[in-house]
Nanobody, 115 residues
Framework: QVQLVESGGGLVQAGGPLGLSCAASGTSFRIDVMGWYRQAPGKQRELVATITRGSSTKFADSVKGRFTISRDNAKNTVYLQMSSLKPEDTGVYYC?????????WGQGTLVTVSA
């Protein structure tokens, strides 16, 4: 089965940068859109950013200008580079990939931004 392996989460001070990565494995199907979602305590999961195979990107309004998303199709990997982090960015970040028309999700990695 498909696995999405995430790395890079942790504790960071407000204003600082943090990078996340997610590699997909266990599939021979083409990976279409990849993206990142997050869920803060007591809130619903929300979209952070997505990127197509052709590197067309979309961002949530709350992160525009601060986050960037990129991918390496040869490595089946998607990256999220976060800067100017705010306490409200705190949450569990989930990697997502559309593979063969189906959604796959990572286990989530916790990002905590201290004030």
């Amino acid at each position: 089965q498909v696995q999405l392996v995430e790395s890079g989460g942790g504790l960071v001070q407000a204003g600082g940068p943090l990078g996340l990565s997610c590699a997909a494995s266990g599939t021979s199907f083409r990976i279409d859109v990849m993206g990142w979602y997050r869920q803060a305590p007591g809130k619903q999961r929300e979209l952070v950013a997505t990127i197509t195979r052709g590197s067309s990107t979309k961002f949530a309004d709350s992160v525009k200008g601060r986050f960037t998303i990129s991918r390496d199709n040869a490595k089946n990997t998607v990256y999220l580079q976060m800067s100017s982090l705010k306490p409200e960015d705190t949450g569990v970040y989930y990697c997502n990939a559309v593979i063969g028309g189906l959604d796959a999700w990572g286990q989530g990695t916790l990002v905590t931004v201290s004030a």
